[in-house]
């Protein structure tokens, strides 16, 4: 079964740090581009990151540049997001998503596997 | 990067013909996902590439369009459709979702 199973969520302080795991399974995952794509309580969908198969290509959105950080390890199957100097505006569900090809250099044809999410929490 | 969706939200009854448009604030070839959400789940692809049917997707769904305008069609509503439907543009980064169209029961 092709899943995706995040992890690491929690209620943090404004200005603390947290990291967000997804452990992937049932599919390649070294052949694919994954994302971070989170959505605050009631809200609609923000893309956050993206980061190519191999790493090599990444991409943030303003909202978290410099604060946030995305990685992969394709030797655990797994995919990773540091997020330090958390804000309160930072509170969302975080779905980890895999895109249909595994470059991040060309358009997209969509996202077709969604992990349940991780809740991220900012407040004092 | 602006994707703008109508209706924000819509009553239908089963049976019915929904029409959810999206437009874009500048012309994306063909490169637009369509997304069903039910409450406390994970989004769920529907179309990929403006108007390809992802596998396993009821031939009901359907989408069609390009440059800055596009549309998702169910052609009968089925109980299991009641739903919240985004498009995204998967053209270049930053990657934008439109606000969602709240499908409710009539």
């Known amino acids: 079964e092709v899943q995706l199973v995040e992890s690491g969520g929690g209620l943090v302080q404004p200005g603390s740090s947290l990291k967000l795991s997804c452990a992937a399974s049932g599919f390649r995952f070294d052949d694919y581009a994954m994302y971070w794509v989170r959505q605050a309580p009631g809200k609609g969908l923000e893309w956050v990151s993206s980061?190519?198969?191999?790493?090599?290509?990444?991409e943030y959105a303003d909202s978290v540049k410099g604060r946030f950080t995305i990685s992969r390890d394709n030797a655990k199957n797994s995919l990773y997001l540091q997020m330090n100097t958390l804000r309160p505006e930072d509170t969302a569900l975080y779905h980890c998503?895999?895109?249909?090809?595994?470059?991040?250099?060309?358009?997209?044809?969509?996202?077709?596997?969604w992990g349940q999410g991780a809740t991220v929490t900012v407040s004092s | 990067f602006q994707m703008t969706q109508s209706p924000s939200s819509m009553s239908a009854s089963v049976g019915d013909r929904v029409t959810i448009t999206c437009r874009a604030s500048?012309?994306?070839?063909?490169?637009v996902a369509w997304y069903q959400q039910k409450p406390g789940k994970a989004p769920k692809l529907l179309i990929y590439?403006?108007?390809s049917l992802y596998r396993g997707v009821p031939s009901r769904f359907s989408g069609s369009g390009s440059g800055t305008d596009f549309t998702l069609t169910i052609s009968s509503l089925q109980p299991e459709d009641y739903a919240t439907y985004f498009c995204?543009?998967?053209?270049?980064?930053?990657?934008?979702f439109g606000p969602g169209t709240k499908v409710e029961l009539k």
């Open positions: 980061i190519s198969w191999s790493g090599d290509n990444i």
């Open positions: 995204q543009q998967a053209n270049s980064f930053p990657f934008t």
């Open positions: 500048q012309g994306i070839s063909t490169w």
């Open positions: 998503a895999k895109d249909m090809s595994p470059s991040i250099k060309v358009a997209s044809s969509g996202l077709d596997v």
């Open positions: 590439d403006a108007s």
